[in-house]
């Protein structure tokens, strides 16, 4: 157990490519979070084998950090960067979603026009004759009571449909339930939309969403169909790790005609220049040409609430409560990739996770580096400073410390206190688990929560010698 755990943590590496950016960055409670952060990512990477993970957080109309961890290649150990493209799979929708949007506010179309309206050849089998018609709004919402799929077994085979295939087997699919009836996500729906977004505006979808959505907002690294040359730079897509630790590499595969549901490419730093279109709140910006901040505002507010009222759909978003904040999100999953966009817009904080494995859950470290730079973020936007009392000679305490038998702690500083920081195996679920405050008492003499010391042993040159916890010695090492 003892060599597994040191392997384990030797394989514990700093961010391949880390920034900040904004006021944030110089706040050293910020510094603090992300250090907490690292450590806590790469055991998550070493512990669970998971390849690579990229995180990109933005404030307002900043992305004020960014950070990638692991591997873009397994074999050829390149590393990760926050400027690697991945697939972000069915954070697409929220794309589609924005286009039909911006064709509203052009007068274009309306929301609660029935789907027929904008294309002729739309039509379904259904049981439920004297229901009101599949509407836009419907499809936007999850809410027309369609089929998840097309009549295709893509997920199956990777074969997907062509637009003219698509557009033949619609009128062959039933419905399932009533338009309005209940939630049913489908990638069915937004496939219409994408068909919806073609028909209104005179342009393909790809060449739609390049020319009034990632041209506008200099998303110059995202792409719908990415050309062989991009797919090269991409993160590698692993399958779900095998039994004996190895994973197999998806192929990959186009999605057609459902595109509009699933292809787009993008990075963490691309997608936190789109964060900042669906955080905006004032008129007076360049982000009101790509979308009104009203209808921003729309697209967040809930349009269904869910039977278990434990949250519901805005305008192509999931929307929830947590911890008493409303959050509105959207994740994807497709062939090895899988990303999630987190806004909390009472705070205008997004935060952006994408990972290279099928059992990889970006919500995971979305989340957590929500938990942990949220509150500082806030913070400093609120010009609230933190009170805490530092002696600079707590400097020499920091550094890892090993027992005998592998088991690890490692002394920081944050926020101006003393911490500890305790190696798990498995990791904690959240990385504030790990913290212990320590609370000077006297000279090298510290105190934990529950009344036991921590004590300090200093070697004739200065250095700790080794560090007692409780009747405990543990020994510095090099992480």
């Not at 089998?125 to 998840?148: C, K, M, Y």
């Not at 939630?183 to 937004?190: D, R, V």
């Not at 050309?227 to 730079?233: L, T, Y």
């Not at 036991?452 to 090492?477: C, H, N, Q, W």
Request: aromatic share 12%.
């Amino acid at each position: 157990m003892a060599a597994l755990i040191l392997v384990l943590v030797a394989q514990i590496v700093a961010p391949s490519a880390s920034r900040a950016d904004d006021s944030t960055g110089d706040d050293p409670a910020f510094t603090d979070a992300i250090a907490l952060l690292d450590i806590w990512i790469g055991e998550q990477l070493a512990y669970n084998g998971i390849p690579g993970v990229a995180l990109a957080v933005v404030h307002d109309q900043e992305m004020v950090w960014s950070a990638a961890y692991g591997f873009r290649d397994l074999e050829k150990k390149d590393p990760l960067e926050p400027t690697t493209p991945f697939r972000i799979g069915s954070v697409s929708k929220i794309f589609t979603s924005t286009a039909i949007m911006q064709l509203r506010d052009q007068g274009k179309l309306r929301l609660d026009e029935p789907v027929s309206t904008y294309l002729q050849w739309f039509s379904l089998q259904s049981d439920f004759p004297d229901e009101p018609p599949i509407t836009v709004r419907n499809l936007l919402t999850h809410t027309a009571g369609l089929p998840r799929e097309g009549a295709f077994p893509y997920w199956t085979t990777h074969d997907f449909p062509t637009r003219e295939e698509f557009r033949a087997a619609v009128p062959e699919q039933s419905a399932v339930f009533p338009p309005y009836a209940t939630y049913k996500y489908s990638n069915l729906g937004m496939a219409l939309l994408g068909e919806i977004v073609v028909a209104v505006s005179g342009e393909d979808y790809p060449s739609y969403v390049q020319k009034h959505i990632f041209d506008p907002l200099g998303m110059d690294a995202s792409t719908v169909f990415p050309s062989e040359e991009k797919r090269a730079e991409m993160a590698t897509p692993y399958m779900i790790k095998r039994p004996d630790g190895s994973r197999n590499i998806h192929t990959y595969y186009s999605t057609g005609a459902i595109a509009p549901a699933a292809e787009i490419v993008s990075t963490v730093e691309d997608m936190a220049k789109f964060a900042t279109l669906h955080l905006h709140t004032s008129d007076a910006t360049v982000l009101e040409r790509v979308l009104k901040a009203s209808t921003v505002r729309e697209m967040q507010r809930p349009h269904w609430v869910y039977s278990s009222w434990s949250g519901g759909r805005g305008l192509g978003f999931g929307i929830s409560r947590r911890e008493g904040k409303t959050t509105v999100s959207h994740g994807g999953w497709i062939g090895g990739n899988r990303a999630h966009l987190l806004l909390v817009p009472s705070e205008k904080i997004a935060v952006l996770a994408m990972t290279n494995a099928d059992d990889a859950s970006p919500y995971t470290f979305s989340y957590e580096a929500y938990d942990l730079l949220g509150p500082v973020i806030a913070r400093t936007s609120k010009k609230e400073t933190p009170t805490a009392t530092f002696d600079p000679a707590w400097e020499r305490f920091v550094g890892v410390y090993s027992d005998p038998w592998g088991w690890k702690e490692e002394v920081m500083i944050l926020s101006g206190k003393l911490v500890m920081y305790s190696y798990s195996y498995p990791p904690d679920e959240d990385a504030d688990s790990g913290i212990t405050p320590l609370t000077w008492v006297e000279g090298n003499r510290f105190r934990r929560p529950g009344g036991e010391f921590v004590v300090f042993e200093i070697a004739e040159d200065g250095t700790v010698e080794r560090l007692k916890k409780r009747s405990e010695y543990l020994y510095p090492v090099e992480r």
